[in-house]
């Protein structure tokens, strides 16, 4: 148990006292200091830490450890020092088995970034005191805070090491997507779709009428919805079953449908951007608020503002991604000073149809309400740029490994002081449900998600089309001669989807 030995010498460290405890907060530092996961260092939390006392027996978590056969993988990380302290952007571990705990698997882990790394930092600090740091933690620290405090906002970019065994496909992938990879410093038509067309399907339509449950159904095919007076029609009947937005914000049907009816002649006939996308992200939003039970983590308003949010979150897009605007230099780009050109435009185009005659539908709610709700729509809106995807991951990730000592206040809809007091959680709950969904045809039945792969794929390659045309470099992914959506599959979902889905 030579592992053992090791293991215990460096939680002893942390115990002056010779107690044998030590406080979970630091457990939980060393063991991602190690490059533990963070799904086994919350099981370890659980386990241990039965009585909810904050405090860890490390001898009998030893053990625990060694049950599990984890030793002579940390031995092996405790040897090795450019692996102690896990640098912000990297993966704390190659895979988990069924238990949470590392098993080399495809499952890439937790990601960890600027956010995960101050709030270890913090945590240390709350149970230990400031003490002194190594040249190489403080480097790490103060690029963390670098990355969070650019004046561009969250970061665009994560570091190389995430992707360490996947480096021809974020290289292919990820600047299809606006990500831009970190060099390690120390070496530095509207109804358009990809699946055969589907005739007018009045049948299915009636259906969900009849019984509102199917709307919820992850088997959901937009693709057989092809009548926008009627898709606003449904879409308003999921405002008013089962959770009673309209009566509860004076919201006028007719207003309601009208303006639905607005934003969907707004949506160009791209492959994949376009109004089914909308639809279908639209009904996961939905779906994931009523049969996931995310209401019950979130108030009225917020869920008003999601569901709006996901009918206009594409509004108007041009079938090109934020960095061929950039690139081109658009209007769009120079409008918004090259920063989520794409998600800002989709927040105004709602705004500005919601400023119609006839199409206000909040007009029920009085100043701050409208306030609140348009603040959490923009929010979501945004949130879904995919730039933005690990910074929202390692976001939501901290929270969420909290969830033990923390968990997430529950149906506090009707209770205004739990409003206050969840408002930070709920914020940030919104956000990643939004980002979620926009990529949730992942978690469709294969025959419907692979129409979605190759729609995007289209698309792609218009966009590369263009670029070639106007004399750019094509992106990767987007050069229809040797780009494929398809094959990067695998990377997109176990590097990308998983760790926001699987937080």
Request: aromatic residues 8%; hydrophobic residues 40%; negative net charge.
């Amino acid at each position: 148990m030579a592992g053992a030995g090791l293991l215990l010498s460096t939680f002893r460290e942390w115990d002056p006292s010779g107690s044998g405890l030590i406080d979970e907060a630091v457990l939980s530092s060393v063991l991602l200091d190690l490059g533990f996961t963070l799904k086994l260092v919350q099981k370890a939390i659980v386990r241990l830490d039965a009585r909810k006392e904050g405090q860890i027996d490390y001898g009998e978590f030893v053990a625990w450890l060694y049950s599990k056969k984890e030793l002579d993988k940390s031995a092996e990380r405790l040897r090795n020092d450019n692996e102690l302290n896990a640098m912000p952007g990297t993966m704390l571990a190659a895979g988990e088995d069924t238990d949470g705990v590392t098993a080399g698997s495809e499952d890439r882990g937790a990601y960890v970034g600027a956010y995960a790394t101050l709030v270890s930092f913090i945590g240390r600090c709350r149970s230990h005191g400031v003490q002194t740091l190594s040249t190489e933690e403080y480097s790490k620290l103060m690029d963390a805070v670098e990355e969070l405090s650019s004046s561009g906002g969250p970061s665009k970019s994560v570091s190389k090491a995430h992707f360490k065994g996947s480096e021809h496909d974020y290289r292919t992938i990820l600047p299809a997507l606006g990500i831009s990879v970190q060099s390690d410093k120390k070496n530095a038509g509207m109804f358009a779709s990809g699946s055969p067309s589907s005739p007018h399907s009045p049948s299915l339509r009636t259906a969900i009428s009849e019984d509102p449950a199917k709307l919820r159904e992850l088997s959901f095919d937009v693709t057989k919805l092809t009548d926008t007076r009627a898709d606003a029609v449904l879409l308003a009947a999921a405002f008013r079953s089962p959770l009673d937005l309209c009566e509860r914000y004076s919201i006028e049907g007719s207003a309601l449908q009208a303006w639905i009816e607005a934003i969907a002649v707004q949506y160009h006939s791209n492959p994949y951007h376009n109004w089914h996308h909308a639809v279908e992200v639209f009904q996961l939003t939905y779906a994931c608020l009523t049969e996931g039970e995310a209401s019950r983590l979130l108030n009225y308003q917020d869920m008003l503002a999601l569901q709006l949010a996901a009918i206009g979150h594409d509004v108007g897009h041009m079938g090109v991604n934020n960095s061929f605007l950039v690139n081109a230099r658009s209007e769009l780009a120079i409008t918004y000073n090259d920063r989520s050109p794409l998600e800002n435009m989709h927040a105004r185009v709602i705004f500005e149809t919601l400023a119609r005659p006839g199409l206000d539908l909040l007009r029920g709610l009085d100043k701050d309400g409208r306030l609140n709700v348009r603040s959490k729509m923009i929010e979501a809106i945004l949130a879904t740029d995919m730039a933005h995807h690990f910074d929202l991951v390692d976001r939501f990730t901290t929270r969420t490994s909290k969830g033990a000592e923390s968990p997430f206040l529950r149906d506090a809809r009707d209770n205004k002081k739990l409003h206050k007091e969840s408002k930070v959680d709920r914020r940030i709950i919104i956000q990643a449900i939004l980002h979620a969904m926009d990529i949730g045809h992942a978690c469709r039945p294969w025959d419907i998600h692979k129409w979605r792969v190759a729609s995007l794929e289209d698309e792609f390659f218009l966009q590369g089309d263009k670029e070639r045309e106007l004399g750019l470099q094509v992106m990767p992914m987007m050069d229809r001669a040797s780009g494929s959506v398809a094959t990067g599959q695998g990377f997109f979902l176990s590097s990308l989807a998983l760790p926001l889905f699987r937080p």
